[in-house]
């Protein structure tokens, strides 16, 4: 049966845009849904699919008294994490995918996943998402349409997107000037773990994801269309679209910096985002702003300067190491309206996680009873989604149209060894090696072995949309006359002593490495040169009210020569191994490290 679906009694009528009607009644002829909603993002909507949600289980209730407005959604176990190995990046040619991503043709790949969406949301509610990443008035943002017959994923982009009624206006104000627009669809399918793929057509501006509900895959405003989807439109208009949070410093005197970060999945964007400054750093006036935890789209402004959105409305932010100690930013942002999905729960419905507190979790991420022996009681990837108004610190900026002017870019991973506390960039080719040569160790963000060094330029490694040659070729094009660029740094809090200890306290404290930062940038802070670019002078990062020990704090700042040589021998066959030219200026960037 091809018929097109009643649309039900809560339904909107749809939209004036032709060519997006025709589309949404194509896959409901493909996928023969029972009923086809198009959401408005109000707040009755919300409540009514919570309350479906709550009577068939995909909710379940929290404590009301101590997390208003809270629930727990408890996903299938073997569906908690992004898959990279069944992502696909489609373009026409492979080589414009790059060795970096999984590559289809897009016939064979729209054939395969096509075939698993027949018929699928028999049954089931097919829901029209149109969404806008970005400030809803903004000429950076960019609006997409996800259709999905997950409630839970219609839930989690409320939170995470401008979805809705003023979405689908721009959108049809949009169409009308032929403005493109990016179409994802989803279905959770049988959650079977050997049906499931995340497939990009960059060139058509279309997403299929098939098979998960989880976050990277499912909502398809996040990774796929701001990361994927977006870092290919931004290399053909010149733009950036980056794996990176966005943080506001302010100073004693009341100036505020804006810097980014890319660190790879799991590896403290949400933390520096919301970072608290240390003791003697608030008394002194520091204060930090909140604009984005995950995901920045940059555009050369008409001073030269690169201008930075957050295209995200909320946080889909890790749960566990969450703490009043490490983030209380982010536990009062979490302390009403949150969907958190695999968390463990105490035995008066709280939700609970490993490194909150000092209590026993009752039951499980999967419902059972706590024991021990099986793991830990919070999923490693659990995860919070809540709207960032509820960031105590959130940036009176982060909705500007025009964006922040970014003063620095930071680069940074997971390296227990090797890799300093910081170091900055010679110039900007130096700086887009940096990031090029990045490393990390892996976490639970993704399926697969955990704490395993790889490459991961830029943080983008599961996220950038078209080749690592090309990636790199578009960041160093950013170099031209009239260009302000931002100075560019490299980070890592995550070192390790002998006894497997972390030497650096990181969390609030990062905020003294931020300040050597912002200095260099303002042209105020003393660094010495090295192999790898300049470092902070032994007495240019403050320690005051710092317990570290000299010895730990000269470790953190040396430079391992041997060790350091290794590396860009390394760098060098990665680079290859990209297909970077022999002529690309990264390679003298790199000829001087080694
Ligand atoms: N040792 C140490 N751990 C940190 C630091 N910052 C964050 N972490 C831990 O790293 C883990 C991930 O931190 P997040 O800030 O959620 O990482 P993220 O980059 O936002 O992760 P995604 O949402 O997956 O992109 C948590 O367990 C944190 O507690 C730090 O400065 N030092
Ligand atoms: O995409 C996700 O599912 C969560 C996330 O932020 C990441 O993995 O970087
Ligand atoms: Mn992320």
Redesign the pocket.
């Known amino acids: 049966m091809n018929a097109v679906p009643q649309r039900g009694a809560n339904a909107t009528p749809g939209t004036r845009l032709a060519s997006l009607q025709q589309w949404v009644d194509e896959v409901a002829a493909l996928t023969r849904p029972d009923r086809v909603v198009w959401c408005d993002g109000s707040d009755a909507e919300a409540d009514t699919l919570q309350e479906a949600m709550m009577a068939d289980g995909t909710l379940l209730p929290l404590n009301q008294d101590t997390h208003p407005g809270c629930v727990l959604h408890r996903s299938h176990p073997d569906d908690v994490a992004r898959v990279e190995h069944l992502t696909f990046v489609c373009h026409e040619r492979r080589e414009d995918s790059g060795p970096n991503n999984h590559w289809m043709a897009p016939a064979e790949a729209h054939a395969k996943i096509d075939a698993l969406f027949e018929g699928c949301m028999e049954g089931r509610t097919l829901y029209v998402v149109p969404y806008c990443m970005g400030p809803i008035d903004s000429p950076l943002a960019r609006c997409g349409v996800e259709i999905t017959d997950s409630p839970y994923v219609v839930a989690n982009m409320r939170l995470m997107t401008r979805m809705g009624a003023a979405a689908l206006a721009r959108i049809e104000r949009e169409g009308d000037e032929g403005k493109p627009l990016v179409r994802g669809l989803h279905s959770t399918g049988e959650l079977d773990p050997d049906r499931r793929f995340i497939m990009h057509f960059p060139e058509e501006l279309v997403i299929k994801s098939y098979g998960s509900g989880y976050g990277g895959n499912a909502l398809l405003g996040k990774k796929c269309h701001a990361l994927r989807i977006a870092s290919h439109q931004a290399r053909q208009e010149g733009w950036l679209a980056e ?1 990176m ?1 966005i943080v506001g410093i302010e100073n004693p005197q009341g100036e505020v910096h804006y810097v980014a970060a890319a ?11 919301m970072l608290i400054p240390p003791e003697s750093y608030r008394e002194q006036g520091w204060k930090v702003w909140t604009v984005g ?2 995901i920045c789209w940059m555009h050369p402004g008409e001073d030269g300067r690169l201008w930075a959105i957050n295209p995200e409305a909320g946080f ?3 749960a ?3 703490s009043e100690k ?2 209380p930013n982010a536990l009062h942002t979490i302390g009403r309206d949150t969907i958190f999905t695999n968390v463990a729960t105490t035995d008066d419905g709280q939700p609970w996680w490993e ?1 909150l507190d000092k209590r026993v979790p009752a039951k499980d991420w999967q419902g059972r009873d706590f024991d021990p022996a099986r793991g830990p009681a919070a999923h490693p990837n659990s ?1 919070f989604t809540v709207s960032a108004k509820q960031c105590p610190t959130f940036s009176a900026h982060a909705e500007d149209p025009q964006g922040v002017p970014i003063s620095a870019i930071v680069f940074g991973g997971r390296r227990s060894n090797l890799v300093p506390l910081v170091f900055e960039a010679r110039d900007w080719a130096h700086g887009v090696l940096v990031g090029a040569a990045m490393g990390s160790e892996t ?1 639970a ?1 993704a399926t697969g072995a955990v704490g395993v060094m790889r490459r991961d330029p830029m943080a983008m490694k599961p996220f950038c949309g078209y080749g690592f040659a090309d990636y790199f070729a578009h960041w160093l094009s950013f170099d031209r006359p009239g260009a302000k660029l931002p100075k560019v740094f490299h980070v890592n ?2 070192r390790k002593d002998a006894d497997g200890r ?1 030497m ?4 609030g404290d ?1 905020l003294r490495v931020l300040e050597w930062i912002i200095g260099r940038v303002s042209g105020e802070a003393a660094a010495t040169e090295s192999r790898i670019g300049h470092l902070p002078t032994f007495e240019a990062i403050r320690r005051d009210g710092l317990d570290i020990e000299d010895g730990t704090m000269r470790e953190l700042l040396r430079v391992d020569e041997p060790g350091w040589q290794a590396e860009a021998v390394e760098v060098a066959a990665y680079l290859d191994e990209l297909g970077v030219p022999a002529e690309s200026p990264l390679r003298a960037s790199l000829g001087a490290m080694a």
């Open positions: 794996h949070l660190f790879p999945s799991a590896c403290g964007k949400t933390n520096l985002a935890d995950d889909f932010g890790v566990p190491g969450t490490s983030n490194g995860r976490t963000a809090w995550f972390f650096w306290p990181g969390f990062n």
